[in-house]
């Protein structure tokens, strides 16, 4: 079998072990197996478990359960729902119980690095809200939906991590990387909610009243979510100045979550505390699961000369490497509606970044690339997680409206992964200042 054609049979057989209901972790690791069966190499099976240890044999990888813990804590407490209100008291403009929305988004992407874990600690909250005040429901969900996919990109990121792992690159740098286009994205979505919150007033002139007299009623709960902020900052600062690895950033970071839980919300409960646990053992072993053995299939595609066949096949068809990228992109993209973003990293990243070298990019600017096309992923269907979580809170709200309500977000995401490809300054300016 040619490396093309084997390519492209481990996807549709990886695809279609998915769409039958086997788990993604699992579903990789049988592709591979059926694959080593049709190249009569299965006796090569012998060898998955150490191959699978080896990829996971990495300090670095240390860290995720430390930001996974990390943010499960700090989601168990009401924090996002007090961040985002705190900011809803400083932002009285039209539209501005969602651009508090966003903002806790943003802030709370800072403290777990997940984007789920996001849309549920801010949306839990700020859906059932917005839509009683009269926000449209699929502007309401969509806010939540696009907001939560900032999870992944502003430090700490668990994809960013997993990306710096499977390409040896600094964890540090790529972190930092993600701070000025995850703000700016953030920026532009506040801007939408703005724009199409005021167009809605218009026509519904008496919600504005009535926002600004509820606003008025709401206690800011200020002094609870400052020592947060603060935690955000210390690990901004710790990360640029280069005074702590991830590693130990993300454990000094858990226990300081675990203390402020403990002292502001009184979050005592045992039961608690062995469920968050266990969560964090769950969603740890699910990553490194999938992280595996999509490592191991990437590993023997590239043995098979299918990964270096599909990029001079691309190349070739394309004629350049702005078109190779712009493949690449739309590749991720549709990958995105079927496998989580680590998962799309673990096997994507090795497969191209010969060709981002070869063309002179950056893997630190390829590493924000991807986790923006990521990003996308979290919302496109029929697998956006962000979609399924929106909608486990708001079962009310038709999985159509927020499709809808999601669309603009994913426009703003699309054009911003092409904005960083026009300024690659924007992910890289801050990596070269670091210390």
């Given amino acids: 079998m040619d490396p093309i054609t084997l390519s492209l049979v481990s996807v549709g057989v990886l695809l279609g072990l998915i769409v039958i209901g086997v788990p993604i972790g699992y579903a990789l690791a049988l592709g591979t197996l059926v694959m080593m069966a049709v190249m009569g190499e299965f006796e090569q099976a012998a060898y998955i478990a150490e191959a699978a240890f080896q990829s996971l044999d ?12 990390m943010g499960a804590i700090i989601a168990i407490s009401p924090a996002g729902k007090d961040i985002y209100r705190a900011l809803h008291r400083l932002i009285p403009i039209p539209g501005g119980l969602g651009v508090s929305a966003v903002g806790g988004c943003t802030l709370f992407s800072a403290l777990s690095g997940s984007s789920p874990a996001t849309a ?7 859906i059932p809200e917005m839509i009683e005040r009269g926000y449209p429901r699929s502007l309401a969900c969509g806010i939540i939906v696009g907001g939560g996919t900032l999870g992944i990109l502003i430090p700490p990121s668990i994809v960013l991590l997993l990306y710096g792992v499977v390409t040896k690159t600094s964890i540090g740098q790529l972190f930092i990387a993600g701070i000025i286009p995850g703000v700016l994205i953030a920026l532009v979505f506040a801007a939408y909610t703005v724009w199409a919150m005021a167009r809605h007033e218009r026509r519904y002139p ?6 600004r007299e509820k606003a008025k009623a709401e206690a800011a709960p200020f002094w609870r979510v400052v020592p947060f902020f603060v935690m955000m900052f210390m690990i901004m600062v710790a990360l640029y100045g280069g005074w702590a690895t991830p590693s130990e950033i993300a454990a000094v970071g858990a226990v300081i ?15 608690v505390w062995k469920a968050l646990l266990l969560k964090t053992v769950r969603d740890t072993s699910m990553i490194l699961i999938i992280a595996a053995f999509a490592y191991y299939l990437s590993q023997f595609l590239a043995y098979h000369g299918a990964v270096a066949a599909l990029s001079e096949a691309m190349l070739g068809t394309f ?14 993209l549709f990958l995105g509606c079927f496998l989580p973003p680590f998962a799309i990293v673990v096997i994507v990243a090795p497969m191209f970044l010969p060709f981002i070298l070869e063309a002179g990019f950056s893997p630190v600017w390829f590493g924000v690339f991807i986790t923006l096309n990521m990003e996308m992923g ?58």
Avoid: H
Avoid at 58 to 69: D, G, K, Y
Avoid at 120 to 126: E, K, L, N, P, Y
């Fill in 206 to 211: 008496e919600l504005a009243a009535q926002q």
């Fill in 58 to 69: 990495s300090i670095e990888l240390v860290a995720l359960p430390m930001f996974i813990f």
């Fill in 378 to 435: 979290c919302i496109t269907p029929p697998l956006g997680i962000n979609l399924f979580v929106v909608k486990g809170i708001a079962p009310q709200v038709s999985s159509r409206d927020i499709m809808m309500g999601a669309m603009p977000f994913l426009l703003i995401l699309a054009v911003a992964s092409w904005v960083l490809v026009a300024f690659p300054g924007l992910a890289l300016w801050l990596p070269s200042m670091m210390r």
């Fill in 120 to 126: 549920a600690a801010i949306g839990s909250s700020a």
């Fill in 319 to 332: 004629g350049s490497d702005w078109a190779m990228l712009f493949a690449i992109w739309l590749l991720m």
């Fill in 257 to 271: 979550s675990i203390l402020l839980v403990l002292i502001i919300y009184r979050v005592t409960d045992l039961g």
